[in-house]
């Protein structure tokens, strides 16, 4: 499976964004899809997840309320819907793939990853 994030860019605060994540392969609705991010100088964190059929979802607690993760099994795609944009919300956006989907919060879990893409939230 390959993976492609894109929809990042420069937000005010308070503001939203949609990031998307394409697959290649006919076997997306396999995979649990997950969001995770990086922020400069800090570990890598879980975002949000979608189990095969995107019908159980899941959040950190720094964005629960502000995102919503979907997907698309038919266009092979998975997005990241963001609202009420914060500074601290600044990182890089990285999509990935877990075969698994027994620990969807885990990065470890995850089989592919995508190369990412920069949110920047200015104040």
């Known amino acids: 499976v390959q993976l492609q994030a894109y929809g990042g860019g420069l937000v005010q605060a308070g503001g939203s964004l949609r990031l998307s994540c394409a697959a290649s392969?006919?076997?997306?609705?396999?995979?649990?899809m997950g969001w995770f991010r990086q922020a400069p100088g800090k570990e890598r964190e879980f975002v949000a997840a979608?189990?095969?059929?995107?019908?159980?979802?899941y959040y950190a607690d720094s964005v629960k309320g502000r995102a919503a993760i979907s997907r698309d099994n038919a266009k092979n795609t998975v997005y990241l819907q963001m609202s009420s944009l914060k500074p601290e919300d600044t990182a890089v956006y990285y999509c990935?793939?877990?075969?698994?989907?027994?620990?969807?919060?885990?990065?470890?879990?995850?089989?592919?990853w995508g190369q990412g893409t920069q949110v920047t939230v200015s104040s």
């Open positions: 979608a189990n095969v059929n995107g019908r159980n979802t």
């Open positions: 392969g006919r076997t997306f609705n396999s995979y649990t």
């Open positions: 990935a793939a877990d075969r698994q989907g027994q620990r969807p919060r885990i990065d470890s879990e995850y089989d592919y």
